[in-house]
């Protein structure tokens, strides 16, 4: 599967932007997704996941209550929602899928098997 993550920009402090992440190749129905970001002199860390069906979501405790994850498996586009946006959410956003049988989602960046190629989130304080 290939996925392209798109949305980024700059956007002020509290503002909001919505990750859009687009897959071809097979029906995005056989994944769970993911979200991570890497900022600048960090290491790639966990944002949100959500489950082959999108019954189940898990969010790290930075984001829980400002992001919103959400897929549309009939569209293959899995959706990041930022709310509230902080300084210390810049970073570029990778979305990644998991080929898993369960309907469990991992936070795990070494479960992912398949990786978008990035989008800048920038905010300004």
């Known amino acids: 599967v290939q996925l392209q993550a798109s949305g980024g920009g700059l956007v002020q402090a509290g503002g909001s932007l919505r990750l859009s992440c687009a897959a071809s190749g097979r029906p995005l129905s056989n994944y769970a997704m993911g979200w991570f970001r890497r900022a600048p002199g960090k290491e790639r860390e966990f944002v949100s996941g959500?489950?082959?069906?999108?019954?189940?979501?898990d969010y790290a405790d930075s984001v829980k209550g400002r992001f919103t994850i959400s897929r549309d498996n009939a569209k293959n586009t899995v959706y990041l929602q930022m709310n509230s946006l902080k300084p210390e959410d810049t970073a570029v956003y990778y979305c990644?899928?998991?080929?898993?049988?369960?309907?469990?989602?991992?936070?795990?960046?070494?479960?992912?098997?398949?990786w978008g190629q990035g989008t800048q989130v920038t905010v300004s304080s």
């Open positions: 959500i489950s082959r069906g999108g019954r189940i979501t």
């Open positions: 990644a899928a998991d080929l898993v049988v369960s309907g469990a989602v991992y936070n795990t960046e070494s479960r992912y098997d398949y």
